[in-house]
C-alpha cells in the first residue's frame, strides 16, 4: 500500500532536500464549499475520493499562515496568535503533516495560521489551513511546483484542500489511478458576478465527530452509501450545466438536494450521525417558507451544523431582512 510520503518524495523527486530559501513567508488560501460533495474514500491515506466534487470559494474568508523554519526540537504551532498544546488534535495533525516536508536536516517550524472562519465548524476551515500551508512551503523553499501538483499535496493534508488554492469554482477530479496522481483539482473558467453566498454561523463550536471519522463510518455502515456515487454524478453535471446557463434555479436545487443526500447517508449510517442542531432545522424550514412564498434562497450543508445559503444579487435585502446576522460574500465581485 502506498504512503502518503511515498507520494511527496515523488512529487518533490530531485528537490527533495528541501533547503529553506527565505527566513519566513506567507501565504493565504479561501475557504470553499462544495456545490456537490465529497463524501467517501476509496483510499483513505491518500485521501482518494470515491467521487468527483465541485466547490466555490469564498473570497477573503479563509487562512492565511506565516511559516519559518525554527531551531527547535519540536514545531510550534498557533491559530490566531494563540499557541496550541503539542498534543491538541489540530496541532498534532498539522506536525503528522510536516513529517513529509521536513527534508534530510529534519527542520522543525514555526506557524502561525490567521483564519476569519470558525474552526471544525464546517466551514472549511482545514481546508483552507492545509492549502496556505502548503503554498507557504512551496515559498519557503522555493520548490516551484505546478498547480496540480500544489493540489495534490494539499490534498494529503484534508481531501477538500485540493480544491482551496484558487478562487471562483473548482472541480476536484476523483481520479481512477492507484497512486492518486490523477486526483487533483482546478478551476472553472466561468464566473458569475450576481452569485452570493450566505454564511448563516449557527454555532462556532468544535464538533464532537470529525469529519474523517464520520466519513468512514458512513462509507462502511449506511445501506444507502452504495446509492451516493452514481447520484454525485449526476449532480455535478447538473451543477456545471447550471453555471454554463446562468440557471440559478438548477444550481440552488441541485446544491441542496446534493446536500441533503449526504447528510442521508449519515442518518442512516449506524450508529446514526448528525450535524444539525435544533437551529439548523429551524433555518431549513425557514428557507423552505421564504421560497415558497417566493424567494429564490437555497442552502447547503458540510459536516457541521451551519448553513451556506445560496442566492442572487437583487435579493440581498430581502435575505439581510430575514438573515440578520448572515455574512454576504459575492465571489466574483470586482473590487473596482
Known amino acids: 500500500m502506498l504512503k502518503k510520503s511515498?507520494?511527496?518524495?515523488?512529487?518533490?523527486?530531485?528537490r527533495y532536500d528541501l533547503l529553506p530559501k527565505h527566513s519566513s513567508v506567507k501565504a493565504y488560501a479561501p475557504s470553499n464549499i462544495a456545490l456537490c460533495k465529497y463524501w467517501g474514500k476509496r483510499d483513505v491515506e491518500l485521501n482518494l475520493p470515491v467521487t468527483s466534487s465541485?466547490?466555490?470559494?469564498?473570497?477573503?474568508?479563509?487562512?492565511?499562515?506565516?511559516?519559518?523554519?525554527?531551531?527547535?526540537?519540536?514545531?510550534s504551532v498557533c491559530v490566531n496568535d494563540e499557541l496550541l498544546t503539542q498534543d491538541s488534535s489540530f496541532s498534532k495533525r498539522v506536525q503528522n503533516f510536516l513529517d513529509l516536508l521536513r527534508g534530510k536536516e529534519k527542520h522543525h517550524f514555526s506557524l502561525n495560521i490567521k483564519t476569519n472562519i470558525?474552526?471544525?465548524?464546517?466551514?472549511?476551515?482545514?481546508?483552507?489551513?492545509?492549502?496556505?500551508?502548503?503554498?507557504a512551503l512551496n515559498l519557503l523553499f522555493e520548490l516551484h511546483l505546478t498547480d496540480r501538483?500544489?493540489?495534490?499535496?494539499?490534498?494529503?493534508?484534508?481531501?477538500?484542500a485540493s480544491r482551496s488554492l484558487w478562487q471562483g469554482f473548482v472541480e476536484w477530479h476523483k481520479g481512477e489511478s492507484v497512486d492518486g496522481m490523477d486526483s487533483y483539482a482546478e478551476p472553472l473558467q466561468e464566473t458569475w458576478p450576481d452569485l452570493c453566498i450566505g454564511?448563516?454561523?449557527l454555532s462556532d463550536k468544535e464538533k464532537k465527530v470529525s469529519s474523517r471519522d464520520a466519513m468512514q463510518q458512513t462509507v462502511e455502515t449506511s445501506p444507502f452509501y452504495s446509492a451516493w456515487p452514481s447520484l454525485v454524478a449526476k449532480d455535478l453535471s447538473?451543477?456545471?450545466?447550471?453555471?454554463?446557463?446562468k440557471d440559478f434555479l438548477l444550481l440552488g436545487k441541485t446544491a441542496e438536494s446534493n446536500a441533503l443526500a449526504m447528510h442521508a447517508t449519515m442518518l442512516s449510517a449506524r450508529p446514526s450521525l448528525s450535524y444539525a442542531l435544533p437551529e439548523t432545522i429551524?433555518?431549513?424550514q425557514k428557507i423552505w417558507d421564504l421560497r415558497q412564498a417566493g424567494l429564490n434562497v437555497f442552502f447547503t450543508q458540510d459536516a457541521g451544523p451551519n448553513l451556506k445559503l445560496l442566492f442572487l444579487a437583487n435579493d440581498i435585502p430581502p435575505i439581510q431582512s430575514h438573515f440578520t446576522d448572515i455574512k454576504i460574500i459575492q465571489p466574483f465581485k470586482s473590487n473596482d
Do not use: Q, T, W
Not at 465541485?54 to 514545531?75: H, K, R, Y
Not at 447538473?238 to 446557463?245: D, F, L, N, P, V
Open 54 to 75: 465541485f466547490s466555490i470559494s469564498l473570497g477573503d474568508f479563509g487562512s492565511s499562515v506565516e511559516l519559518a523554519v525554527n531551531a527547535n526540537a519540536e514545531d
Open 118 to 135: 470558525p474552526v471544525a465548524a464546517g466551514l472549511a476551515s482545514s481546508a483552507c489551513g492545509y492549502a496556505s500551508l502548503v503554498r
Open 199 to 201: 454564511l448563516l454561523i
Open 149 to 160: 501538483e500544489l493540489s495534490i499535496l494539499a490534498r494529503l493534508g484534508s481531501g477538500s
Open 238 to 245: 447538473m451543477i456545471k450545466k447550471a453555471i454554463s446557463e
Open 6 to 14: 511515498d507520494i511527496v518524495r515523488h512529487i518533490l523527486a530531485d
Open 282 to 284: 429551524e433555518a431549513m
